[in-house]
């Protein structure tokens, strides 16, 4: 497939290298990563205060990896994954990405580095009901960044568009082309959605709660989906959700944010049975189970969630932990610390 | 008999819409007892809400009731009029809606906007009667009684969904129902809310009909659990009785796809197919052509909704034998 692509591309100059693979197999590297967003006030619209919506994060993924993004709403995991993809422009940090030729800073890339950024990495949106142009086909939206990148001629999109449209399980392809949106299912509009991400063969894809808007006997579908081309094409993703089942079923390691921070990180299966946090204690024993007859203790956590509005420098998580203690308050956020091999959290209790 | 608080039997309702006739709800029965709570789970468009709106009498103008009855307390509503219907609302039967922030107007005070709904039902006499009745709602919720001179937009998604419940409970009402009650909620905050409500349920004998898609939050606040496909009710009966034993193949599929952070991580099974068009449902079971065990009658007939193994509904003709083992 990535053949295809290159053979499609032959006379452009600007001709993708293989993905390089060194003996380190990291194709993300994230460091003191910040978003702040400005509150405007009065007159003259001064920023008075800030919103921390993702404060000085650090994680990495492997290659082939996918790495769940988990939190409540409100904890940046959204602005991280815009980040990533440079939808949004970070107020500071570095996003390190084994891509092209060499590893590129992609918080700094302008003008035609970036478009070529956009050639590796795409973003699968919640809502397939808004992410796709009512007017416009499926044929032009699925081709759409192939035209953006200039790549192939009209049959050869066709092509790739019928390609790719087999392979989300749109078949036969030619009965999809020339629809609209509205004529779709949203298990389909989300298909659609994922085609268009994966035609450009992007190596890696921050998918935004991918499967949260559909039913469930059609969510399982799309979930396998995205996990069986995963392994086809060798794709990364940045897979974030509110769900941690979802997130179970999805990824091979997971990261905990809240309020802009990654409080815990580690192999999915070792952070659910093993969490470290008292934030990822109380988020998992809040989970409902499909089994009547278990009875889960509630979880053990003060208060509610608020918003990262110029924190004190203390532990974010102070005001709700049932550890809190003197060092929590009195130092500033933890850093993230390894625990257990590769399990890392950001406590100073634990 | 009488202690049932609510029978629904052979309901059937269709939308008008300009593209043709839709069964939204197909011969659906079922009972609920005094103090139970039921869970109606299935996906969007498979009637759950259409049966909520129906219970209610708050239909919109185009729906139709074909045929059926639902007794309250004994009580036959559907051939109420719209007067006698809305001293039935509220106090005897009472919704808390999926959109907290659209059940709440946003001019005036929450507080206010309880005390309307009980004087709307003369239950009090006098101003400082009505602040301290909500004053107990508020408490029963866990919302700060000061609260109650503030607006809609100054609490938070939590809270707003805890003056809804506060408002559907003013009344003492015989059974609430709550469309998706928690469904916009994060996991911490619908924990603590489904808990409160299955307490305060408890504890004032109320009834409850949960109405979600989501069979893991249905598991835990419901005595007893309907399997809602395609407008029709396919299997009925109690919460332990389902999960343990599901009959009907869609109920068996639903929780295969369902994944889970407890007990070992397992492959999910995709159902093949879509849930089908109301307009034009398949002919027999509605299920049959996604159904892993059709045989040729499937198509022909729709089959009886039967009470297969004590007080445990389905309605097929194959139903599965085999114990849910997770998959």
Request: hydrophobic content about 40%; overall charge negative; glycine content about 6%.
């Amino acid at each position: 497939m990535a053949a295809k692509i290159s053979q499609m591309n032959i006379n452009n100059p600007e001709n993708r290298s293989a993905l390089i693979t060194e003996s380190d197999e990291t194709i993300v590297k994230v460091e003191g990563l910040k978003k702040l967003f400005p509150l405007t006030t009065g007159m003259f619209k001064r920023s008075t205060s800030f919103i921390h919506a993702v404060d000085d994060v650090d994680f990495y993924i492997r290659e082939g990896e996918s790495l769940g993004l988990v939190g409540e709403s409100g904890s940046g995991k959204t602005t991280v994954g815009k980040l990533l993809v440079r939808l949004l422009e970070p107020t500071n940090g570095h996003i390190r990405m084994l891509l092209d030729v060499a590893d590129q800073d992609i918080a700094r890339l302008r003008g035609r580095s970036l478009k070529r950024f956009r050639w590796h990495v795409q973003m699968i949106f919640q809502d397939p009901y808004e992410s796709l142009n009512p007017r416009r086909t499926i044929f032009d939206t699925v081709s759409e960044p192939l035209s953006v990148q200039g790549i192939g001629d009209i049959a050869q999109r066709e092509d790739r568009v019928a390609e790719l449209l087999t392979m989300v399980g749109l078949a036969p392809a030619e009965t999809f082309m020339f629809r609209f949106p509205h004529e779709l299912s949203g298990g389909q509009r989300q298909r659609i959605a994922i085609a268009r991400a994966l035609i450009v063969s992007p190596s890696f894809v921050v998918a935004d709660e991918p499967t949260s808007m559909l039913d469930v006997s059609i969510r399982t579908g799309v979930m396998n989906l995205m996990r069986d081309l995963a392994d086809q094409l060798g794709v990364t993703y940045l897979y974030i959700t509110h769900d941690l089942a979802v997130a179970r079923y999805m990824t091979e390691r997971l990261a905990v944010m809240y309020l802009g921070k990654i409080v815990e990180m580690g192999e999915t299966e070792d952070v659910l049975a093993n969490p470290l946090h008292p934030y990822t204690r109380a988020l998992l024993s809040a989970v409902p189970v499909p089994d009547p007859t278990l009875k889960r203790e509630p979880p053990n956590i003060k208060g509610s969630i608020a918003k990262a509005i110029d924190p004190i420098p203390r532990c974010r998580f102070y005001d709700r932990c049932p550890l809190a203690s003197r060092v929590c308050e009195d130092n500033d956020h933890p850093p993230l610390e390894e625990k257990g091999p590769d399990h890392w959290t950001a406590c100073y209790m634990v | 008999m009488t202690d049932y608080l609510l029978k629904v039997e052979d309901l059937t309702m269709h939308y008008m819409t300009r593209t043709g006739e839709v069964s939204a709800v197909d011969n659906v029965s079922f009972a609920l007892r005094k103090g139970e709570s039921m869970g109606l789970v299935g996906e969007s468009g498979c009637g759950k809400t259409s049966i909520a709106a129906t219970l209610l009498k708050l239909l919109p103008e185009n729906a139709k009731v074909k045929s059926g009855k639902v007794l309250v307390n004994g009580t036959e509503l559907l051939s109420l009029s719209e007067e006698e219907m809305r001293s039935i609302r509220w106090k005897r039967i009472s919704m808390v809606f999926q959109a907290a922030m659209n059940s709440l107007n946003p001019v005036y005070k929450v507080g206010d906007q309880i005390i309307e709904a009980l004087e709307n039902h003369n239950m009090i006499s006098s101003n400082e009667e009505a602040r301290k009745r909500v004053e107990d709602l508020f408490l029963l919720v866990d919302l700060d009684p000061k609260m109650m001179d503030q607006y809609p937009h100054e609490y938070s998604g939590g809270m707003r969904q805890r003056a809804v419940i506060a408002m559907a409970m003013a009344c003492h009402p015989d059974l609430i129902i709550a469309d998706e009650p928690t469904t916009a909620l994060d996991v911490i905050v619908q924990d603590n809310l489904l808990r409160e409500m299955t307490a305060i349920q408890k504890k004032l004998g109320m009834s409850m009909i949960y109405i979600s898609h989501d069979i893991a939050v249905i598991a835990e606040v419901s005595d007893r659990i309907g399997v809602m496909y395609a407008g029709r009710l396919v299997e009925y009966g109690s919460a332990k009785q389902i999960f343990k034993r599901p009959l009907h193949p869609y109920t068996h599929g639903l929780m295969s796809t369902f994944p889970s952070i407890v007990g070992p991580k397992r492959e999910l099974k995709t159902m093949p197919g879509e849930p089908p068009d109301l307009i034009n449902p398949p002919s027999g079971c509605r299920f049959h052509p996604r159904c892993p065990k059709a045989q040729q009658i499937c198509s022909q007939q729709a089959p009886e909704f039967r009470d297969l193994s004590g007080d445990h509904y389905v309605g097929c003709y194959f139903p599965m034998e085999v114990t849910f083992d997770g998959g």
